[in-house]
């Protein structure tokens, strides 16, 4: 049971350029989700998509954009790295009233 | 806008004692409200997800109490172990599907 995926688990990115963080679940959940955790700040939604082919903007959407590939996938990628997008990253997914299931995050830094 | 407090942001016990962590939220037209863990360097796993309706959810040795018009929950955690040692996470979700997280109570139980 792998449960929801993403990779990298760690990546270190210079100022300005750009990366993808993958994300798949195999639990046929329609929500698929991309959280920021900050010290001091909690984790924070940047993204969401509650069925294939749907999008939104959570809290703090700007400097990212996501593509629901296809039920099981949820990308977010990052088109010109800044230093504050410094954060670890993690995707959910969800389907109904259950609770959220987390992958174990991606670690970036932005130098 | 939705506001979820945990307090203390940190907790040191011996084995043993029971213990209280404490969440507050601000708008009290919640859907639900879910407890989490997370150990250093994972994701987030669900422990407990009250519905609006219920006023509390059991699971072994961890209960959750909720009082919505009083914008509070409670999670009792009954025999503490070393085990229990991680940060416990408290999150609202409003009519929306969206989760709004605290920022966390770090627990230490030591031997």
């Known amino acids: 049971n792998a449960g929801v995926t993403q990779t990298p688990k760690f990546q270190v990115l210079k100022t300005g350029q750009s990366m993808t963080l993958q994300c798949a679940q195999d639990?046929?959940?329609?929500?698929m989700y991309w959280y920021r955790q900050d010290p001091g700040m909690g984790l924070r939604l940047i993204y969401y998509?509650?069925?294939?082919?749907?999008?939104d903007k959570g809290e703090v959407p700007n400097g990212y954009n996501v593509s629901r590939l296809n039920k099981r996938e949820f990308s977010l990628r990052l088109e010109s790295a800044a230093p504050s997008q410094t954060s670890v990253y993690f995707c959910a997914s969800s389907s109904g009233a259950q609770p959220q299931h987390f992958g174990d995050g991606t670690r970036l830094s932005i130098l | 806008k939705q506001e979820v407090t945990q307090i203390p942001a940190a907790l040191s016990v011996p084995e043993g004692e029971n213990l209280v962590l404490n969440c507050s939220f601000t708008?009290?037209?919640?859907?639900?409200l879910q407890w989490f863990r997370q150990d250093p360097g994972k994701g987030l796993t669900s422990l407990l997800l009250i519905q609006s309706s219920q006023r509390e959810q059991t699971s072994g040795r961890l209960n959750a109490s909720l009082d919505k018009s009083s914008g509070r929950s409670t999670l009792y955690i009954a025999a503490s172990q070393p085990g229990d040692s991680a940060t416990y996470l408290c999150?609202?979700?409003?009519?929306?599907?969206?989760?709004?997280f605290g920022t966390g109570t770090r627990l230490q139980v030591f031997p």
């Open positions: 998509s509650a069925s294939e082919g749907t999008t």
């Open positions: 639990m046929n959940h329609n929500s």
């Open positions: 708008d009290s037209a919640i859907y639900n």
């Open positions: 999150a609202v979700e409003g009519n929306t599907d969206k989760l709004i």
